[in-house]
């Protein structure tokens, strides 16, 4: 009973993105096709949203639900590994539509053929962590 408020908070995050055609595989359609500025202009707030976020998590030593300090791990000044890990999530992004974010978003507003990109989402995760102890970043 007690995870009922990130269930309702799950719902309404849901409508939100929803309203806004986040999801929309349209407005993704016209991003990547660079004819509206909309999802930029969702993306780019995220960012600055995420920057004043992290700042006074920092400043303010916030701590989580449990009472526990947040603790952000320094960036890494790695080049390739986020290039070409960046480059394979724009590519899925873009051939199927979506963030693998609002995949059950998608399948909530009745896009059942979301339910092999979930598939795929949960497969392509299992084979990252088989094989993540050989890859370069760990």
């Known amino acids: 009973?007690?995870?009922i408020k990130f269930l309702f908070t799950g719902i309404v995050f849901g409508v939100v993105l929803t309203k806004a055609e986040v999801v929309s595989w349209y407005?993704?359609?016209e991003m990547f096709r660079f004819e509206s500025f909309h999802m930029y202009g969702v993306?780019?707030?995220?960012?600055?949203l995420g920057i004043f976020c992290i700042q006074a998590i920092k400043?303010?030593?916030l701590k989580d639900f449990s009472g526990r300090p947040i603790v952000i791990p320094p960036k890494q000044r790695k080049f390739w590994p986020p290039l070409l890990g960046g480059t394979i999530f724009g590519l899925g992004w873009?051939?199927?539509?979506?963030c693998p974010g609002p995949i059950y978003?998608?399948?909530?507003?009745g896009f059942l053929v979301?339910?092999?990109?979930?598939?795929?989402?949960?497969?392509?995760?299992?084979?990252y962590g088989l094989v993540m102890n050989k890859l370069p970043q760990k």
Not at 94 to 98: E, K, R, W
Not at 105 to 109: K, S
Not at 114 to 127: C, D, E, M, N, Y
């Open 105 to 109: 978003i998608i399948m909530g507003n």
């Open 27 to 29: 407005r993704i359609y």
């Open 59 to 61: 400043r303010f030593k």
């Open 1 to 3: 009973m007690n995870k």
């Open 43 to 48: 993306i780019g707030s995220a960012v600055v």
């Open 94 to 98: 873009a051939l199927i539509g979506a």
């Open 114 to 127: 979301f339910i092999v990109v979930f598939l795929s989402a949960l497969l392509g995760t299992f084979l």
